[in-house]
């Protein structure tokens, strides 16, 4: 199976700060990949690397043949990180929103502004991708009137609507309220089946348990452990993930008391 993401050697410091070490692996096409770690250990600066909103000081990056070496500027550097960025979506911790435009116009304003879509055409995708995420009641809604959980929902599906070959998400769910975790889940569960490749920071174990092919695990910038769900999280070879789940388990059970 081809692959659509493959970085290669790829360092970032921030001044001093090694914050990512030799990171090299692939994403195959319709896999799913869920990164955990601490706080601070690199992973949100990863997902960043990849559709460069943050630069790369070392390595490669290539997305669905797409390949920039981060040494690398000029005209041909500058195509081809656009042609990168309308392979990937993004959606961040905060939902990044307009609160000037309506859902739906949320939605369609990349597919308009950046690949010049027809106007009529932009909307009927806007429409069948708010249908994808369970908001299409909303669609004429200011993103102040909805939840926390319809506000990421409509941010999922911005990113679908650019038609992208990998979907990256930078804890999708970590600025929500409990009670409004489960409706984000649930349509990333529906990206999972519809066949979606997809990269995922998260601190939700329960679905990188069920959902992920691979969970990597990353602490100070190094990829400790690669694996299957049931190997890191029933068998981990290494203390340090070991280490990481059990503090994460504590947690939890305090959170729940």
């Known amino acids: 199976?081809?692959?659509?993401?493959?970085?290669?050697?790829?360092?970032?410091?921030?001044?001093?700060?090694?914050?990512?070490?030799?990171?090299?692996?692939?994403?195959?096409?319709?896999?799913?990949?869920?990164?955990?770690?601490?706080?601070?250990?690199?992973?949100?600066?990863?997902?960043?690397?990849?559709?460069?909103?943050?630069?790369?000081?070392?390595?490669?990056?290539?997305v669905d043949g797409v390949v920039i070496n981060a040494s690398e500027s000029g005209r041909s550097y500058h195509r081809r990180l656009h042609k990168i960025r309308l392979k990937t979506g993004m959606v961040f911790q905060s939902f990044n929103l307009f609160?000037?435009?309506?859902?739906?116009?949320?939605?369609?304003?990349?597919?308009?502004?950046?690949?010049?879509?027809?106007?009529?055409?932009?909307?009927?995708?806007?429409?069948?991708?708010?249908?994808?995420?369970?908001?299409?009641?909303?669609?004429?809604?200011?993103?102040?009137?909805?939840?926390?959980?319809?506000?990421?929902?409509?941010?999922?599906?911005?990113?679908?609507?650019?038609?992208?070959?990998?979907?990256?998400?930078?804890?999708?769910?970590?600025?929500?309220?409990?009670?409004l975790i489960a409706e984000v889940l649930n349509v990333m569960q529906q990206l999972v089946e519809d066949g979606m490749t997809m990269l995922i920071v998260t601190h939700e174990m329960g679905f990188a348990r069920n959902f992920a092919d691979r969970v990597i695990f990353i602490n100070e910038g190094h990829f400790v452990e690669v694996g299957s769900p049931d190997q890191i999280f029933s068998e981990p070879q290494d203390q340090r993930t070991q280490i990481f789940l059990d503090a994460l388990k504590r947690f939890n059970q305090a959170e729940n008391k």
Not at 38 to 60: A, M, Q, V, W, Y
Not at 131 to 147: F, N
């Open 99 to 179: 609160p000037h435009m309506t859902v739906l116009q949320n939605v369609i304003e990349g597919p308009i502004t950046v690949k010049r879509t027809d106007p009529k055409e932009a909307i009927e995708i806007g429409k069948y991708n708010l249908e994808k995420v369970g908001l299409t009641d909303k669609r004429d809604e200011y993103p102040s009137r909805l939840s926390g959980g319809q506000q990421q929902r409509v941010a999922i599906a911005r990113a679908l609507a650019m038609q992208p070959r990998i979907m990256l998400f930078d804890e999708p769910t970590s600025s929500l309220d409990p009670e």
């Open 1 to 62: 199976m081809p692959s659509i993401v493959d970085v290669c050697h790829l360092d970032k410091y921030f001044g001093r700060l090694h914050v990512l070490k030799n990171i090299s692996f692939s994403v195959d096409a319709t896999e799913v990949i869920c990164i955990i770690g601490r706080s601070g250990s690199g992973k949100s600066t990863l997902l960043r690397c990849i559709n460069f909103l943050e630069t790369p000081d070392h390595g490669s990056i290539s």
